[in-house]
């Protein structure tokens, strides 16, 4: 009796598709959250190094901010920082240039999960130099390259799929998020709204034990508690959500016009008649420049953020302060150098939800935290993210709604007025598009008992070879027929290809059954998602699968492409096509009648 390629029985069927894998994952994402949190520590160390050196001559590794110097280091000091990170960047890796988020994205999607230790070792060496040179730039984009690094390369030590690596690189890097900031929530929600493009338990589970290990080490290596703190209260009643979400909408616009104008300065650079090495050092010159009109522009710039939420700083300061970030951040931003964009954006959102505050009710600090979440949910379209972040940042979970309507609103704004966001412009000028919404797949959750065509026609395996040969000649309608034995039980799958093979080698006996008796035929069971059965047919580019009762293997239906096909096509009819509450007429298909189509 011919062989039948497939599981005896139908495999049993869940909410979900987990297994004890994902225990094993989770205990692997304990190193990489260690590691991440260790990075992140690390990082913080070097760009105090890099401060200290640059600045003032000091090999420390003490916390040391950028304040008032003479002015031709504040010109000078940015422009060898750009130097040395552009070689860092041509003799190293040109991996190591931009931000890191999107390099991530694109290494999770188009790389297999696969991050180099020559990333893992210049991509901090290079953003601590940047950033302690005085790059307007924060820690967050370089340590989820880091830790994201670290993870993927943890992972590579294993016999893993492409999947769980990108579940441990994932891990590694919101382990390192959630190292400098403490954050573990919004680092949570960056894993799923920005980096694993899916929503398991496989990788879920790994992220938050990452995150929470992350958390764990943090007071030990960073320190503990909140780090932007402040005491204005969170207004009470609805006024302040509404409010909110009208500096949201002001945010997602102040968004769009950030991320436009990166990509037109980009533009510039890649116009110019030198090599990418030296931009970084020419677009520190605006960073030089900026430094002298206001120094609180260099560098992470952590102490402006606290001073805006305490509501220290006057309405003109806060002024200059927007405007002047603004410009030397996106002109360094699209030199290609190395550093981050949230520390940044939380200054640009913070300034701006400050100005308006003053003329809102409550403190201006708290309307510059609504301000960060709006700002960083439009920019990055990750809305529950930025909305968390700024909560968790300044300890103030209490403001939720607040920052929750202000992200969302923001994030409107922002998927309404552009196609791509900063995120994903650069992988897209790559000529790779990323769909980034999350949908039910349709060959999911339909089984192939609710599309199967019922009863097919099958050729019995006691056929005559010239009737089978006349049959293919004269009568077929479709490309192949499952072979089954005097019980309707399937023998094997024959098609046309075979017919032709046999009237080639000139065969002229035998009984199909006989014939076949190497073959092997894929099948599926009722039970058996539409999705296995597309598996089904790219692995063995067979367009029609039988369907055959469990236990008895007796034939009961068949599958073909142009079944699956309908299924995508009575998805999207689903999303676009509107009606009133009329029910639309349903096929033959959805009716469970057999279908008409000869072509398949």
Not at 575 to 589: D, F, Q
Request: with cysteine.
């Amino acid at each position: 009796m011919p062989s039948i390629s497939a599981n005896e029985n139908p495999r049993r069927l869940a909410d979900y598709s987990a297994d004890y894998r994902m225990l094993m994952l989770a205990a692997m994402a304990v190193v990489a959250g260690t590691g991440g949190a260790f990075s992140a520590w690390a990082l913080l160390r070097l760009i105090a190094f890099a401060t200290n050196v640059f600045w003032y001559g000091n090999f420390s590794f003490a916390p040391a901010v950028i304040a008032d110097r003479a002015p031709l280091l504040l010109l000078l000091v940015p422009i060898a920082g750009g130097l040395i990170v552009g070689l860092m960047a041509r003799f190293g890796s040109d991996k190591i240039r931009g931000h890191g988020i999107p390099e991530a994205i694109e290494t999770i999607l188009f790389g297999e999960s696969r991050l180099s230790l020559k990333v893992a070792l210049l991509k901090p060496l290079s953003s601590a130099v940047s950033i302690g040179s005085g790059g307007p730039f924060g820690a967050e984009g370089p340590i989820i390259m880091t830790g994201g690094a670290i993870g993927s390369l943890f992972a590579q030590l294993f016999k893993l799929s492409a999947a769980e690596r990108k579940t441990l690189l994932v891990a590694g890097a919101t382990a390192g998020m959630c190292g400098i900031f403490g954050t573990p929530f919004a680092s949570i929600m960056l894993a799923v709204e920005v980096l694993l493009f899916e929503w398991k338990p496989r990788s879920f589970v790994p992220v938050v034990t990452a995150v929470l290990v992350a958390l764990a080490w943090r007071p030990l290596l960073v320190g503990s508690g909140p780090l932007f703190a402040f005491a204005a209260p969170t207004p009470a009643g609805i006024e302040p959500v509404a409010i909110s979400a009208l500096l949201g909408l002001v945010m997602g616009l102040e968004a769009a016009l950030l991320s436009v104008v990166l990509y037109k300065i980009e533009d510039g650079f890649h116009a110019l008649p030198v090599h990418w090495m030296w931009w970084p050092a020419i677009g520190a010159v605006a960073v030089g420049i900026g430094g002298l009109l206001d120094a609180r522009v260099l560098g992470a710039g952590y102490g402006s953020i606290q001073a805006l939420v305490d509501g220290n700083l006057v309405v003109r300061a806060v002024l200059v302060l927007l405007v002047v970030k603004a410009v030397v951040w996106l002109i360094a931003l699209g030199s290609g150098t190395s550093g981050g964009i949230l520390a940044p954006l939380l200054i640009l959102g913070g300034s701006s939800g400050f100005l308006i505050g003053q003329v809102l009710p409550g403190d201006p600090g708290f309307w510059a935290m609504v301000g960060m979440a709006g700002i960083m949910s439009g920019v990055m379209r990750a809305p529950m993210t930025g909305a968390l972040f700024a909560a968790e940042l300044t300890n103030h979970l209490s403001a939720l709604p607040e920052t929750i309507a202000a992200g969302a609103a923001a994030y409107a704004v922002s998927v309404l007025v552009m196609k791509r966001s900063i995120l994903t412009e650069k992988i897209a000028r790559r000529g790779r598009h990323i769909l980034r919404e999350y949908t039910i797949d349709a060959l999911e959750f339909l089984q192939a008992g609710q599309l199967m065509t019922k009863d097919p026609a099958t050729l019995p395996g006691s056929m005559p070879l010239p009737e089978v040969l006349r049959f293919f000649s004269e009568e077929a309608q479709h490309r192949s027929y499952p072979v089954v034995d005097g019980r309707g039980r399937l023998l094997a799958l024959v098609s046309r290809t075979d017919a032709l093979r046999w009237q080639v080698a000139k065969r002229s006996e035998g009984r199909l059954a006989d014939l076949l008796s190497d073959a092997s035929a894929q099948f599926a069971f009722p039970e058996t998602p539409c999705g296995e059965v597309a598996d089904m047919m790219v692995e063995t580019g067979v367009g029609r699968v039988p369907i055959v009762e469990p236990g008895t293997k007796r034939v009961v239906g068949i599958v073909s492409r142009q079944d699956l096909l309908k299924v995508r096509s009575t998805q999207k009819h689903g999303e676009k096509v509107r009606s009133r509450g009329k029910r639309p007429r349903m096929t033959p298909k959805a009716r469970g009648e057999e279908s008409t189509d000869t072509r398949r």
